[in-house]
């Protein structure tokens, strides 16, 4: 015979059990009342209102009921928390949700009244977790920015556009509705593909950048577009003009004498994008972090 709470041994006795001890039979008994309330809800009931009773009847001695037997039962507190957060998971979020905008002015308030009260503290706490998880701090950033670099592609050059348009006095006026709208995938002036989510610092040239029409016009919608890093260079704060006379001689040059060896020829066709994904319809593409 076996206990059927554990599944152990029965020890020898006279009447017949079910349970090796009373540690199993109470276990068994518990399992069974929250068996109970999960499917019987006037059962569940009573055994609330009883233990809210209980509870107002003496509540600091309940309380320090409480906090004792977490304190010596901390792995099955935690385990509790676990299985009520997976029962009633979006209870307690919408029950969250509403208490936040229902109290969110006063708690925002209280928030700063207290970083204020202790910023020093604060600081110092959030520098020296900064210290001892900066590992894994800029891992979680570098993968954020890769991932934000792929799907929301035009954020970055946004605000990088911002910062340019302050530091040198110009226009700007660009939003993300803007971008989003304009964004295809594709260069403007090429039509080659954008390459995203390069992990190694640096410009590529193949990756979007924003470029505007006429240089020093400022970051508006009517003087800005997207185009690759290449394009950007080459143009520089030049023309359309410029950059298209500066084009046509490096090709008539390179046709007009051309390289000793087929290597260079190789190497441009290793690096550039397949003439495949060249748009016809100019349909939207985000490809995957590489």
């Not at 001695?61 to 037997?69: L, S, V």
């Not at 946004?158 to 226009?171: C, D, E, G, T």
Request: some cysteine; aromatic content about 8%.
């Amino acid at each position: 015979m076996i206990c059927a709470s554990c599944g152990g041994p029965l020890p020898p006795s006279k009447q017949p059990r079910k349970f090796c001890s009373k540690r199993c039979r109470t276990k068994a008994s518990n399992d069974a009342m929250m068996q109970r309330e999960r499917t019987d809800p006037e059962f569940r009931a009573k055994r609330n209102d009883r233990l809210r009773t209980r509870y107002h009847a003496d509540p600091e001695a309940a309380r320090e009921k409480m906090r004792r037997w977490r304190e010596e039962h901390p792995e099955q507190q935690k385990a509790l928390e676990r299985a009520n957060w997976q029962r009633n998971r979006d209870k307690i979020l919408a029950r969250n949700l509403a208490a936040y905008h229902a109290d969110k002015e006063r708690r925002s308030e209280k928030r700063r009244q207290h970083y204020r009260a202790n910023q020093e503290q604060a600081d110092a706490r959030r520098r020296q977790y900064h210290l001892d998880h900066a590992e894994e701090q800029n891992l979680k950033q570098r993968v954020r920015f890769q991932t934000s670099r792929v799907h929301i592609p035009w954020r970055a050059l946004l605000h990088s556009a911002a910062y340019r348009a302050k530091k040198y006095n110009v226009p700007f006026s660009l939003t993300e509705e803007w971008a989003k709208a304009r964004w295809t995938g594709f260069c403007e002036v090429s039509g080659l593909p954008f390459t995203l989510g390069k992990r190694t610092s640096g410009p590529k040239i193949y990756s979007p950048s924003l470029d505007q029409i006429v240089p020093r016009k400022g970051y508006t919608p009517d003087n800005c577009r997207f185009v690759i890093w290449a394009v950007n260079a080459l143009k520089h704060d030049g023309t359309d003009a410029d950059m298209l006379k500066i084009a046509h001689a490096i090709v008539a040059n390179y046709v007009s004498n051309p390289p000793a060896t087929d290597s260079q020829d190789e190497a441009v066709a290793a690096a550039a994008p397949s003439a495949d994904a060249t748009p016809s319809s100019k349909a939207k593409a985000l490809p995957a972090i590489l």
